[in-house]
């Protein structure tokens, strides 16, 4: 089945599994469609990679199905190499090490501040 072969009745049934998994009766309640079109659909997407059957009256859709209603899942950024973990955590890193950063700098400061009042006091003014 080809893109241009999907007609509305498929659609509705996509833009519902992108909510998550149903059953043919919740399909049916959230799109008015009628048993034998939710039915045709169902088997007519599940042919062509959009969904699928995880049991006995239960559909999700798949990724590609997901890719035609233009629903990415949160599954779609996920790991990417690992590049999104990293991320959050290194901006959680930044979020509890900047104040202790600041907080030692301070100290930092007040350290070189007193080191350079010994040297002054310190120093032979003839060097």
């Known amino acids: 089945m080809s893109e ?5 009745r498929d659609r509705e049934v996509l833009e519902t599994l992108a909510e998550g998994r149903a059953n043919p009766m919740l399909i049916r309640e959230q799109t008015d469609l ?4 939710v039915n045709t659909a169902l088997v007519r997407l ?12 239960l559909y999700e859709i798949t990724p590609k199905g997901r890719a035609e209603v233009g629903k990415p899942s949160s ?6 190499d ?12 930044a979020q509890t090490t900047t104040p202790l950063v600041e907080e030692r700098a301070g100290e930092i400061e007040k350290a070189r501040d007193e080191l350079n009042a010994w040297l002054d006091k310190h120093s032979d003014p003839h060097e």
């Not at 042919?47 to 009256?57: F, K, L, S």
């Not at 599954?75 to 990417?80: K, L, P, T």
């Open 46 to 57: 599940g042919r062509g990679g959009y969904v699928e059957q995880i049991t006995r009256g």
């Open 82 to 93: 690992g590049n999104l973990d990293t991320a959050v955590m290194l901006i959680e890193d």
């Open 75 to 80: 599954e779609d950024f996920d790991d990417r």
């Open 34 to 37: 009628d048993k034998g079109d």
């Open 4 to 8: 241009a072969e999907l007609d509305s």
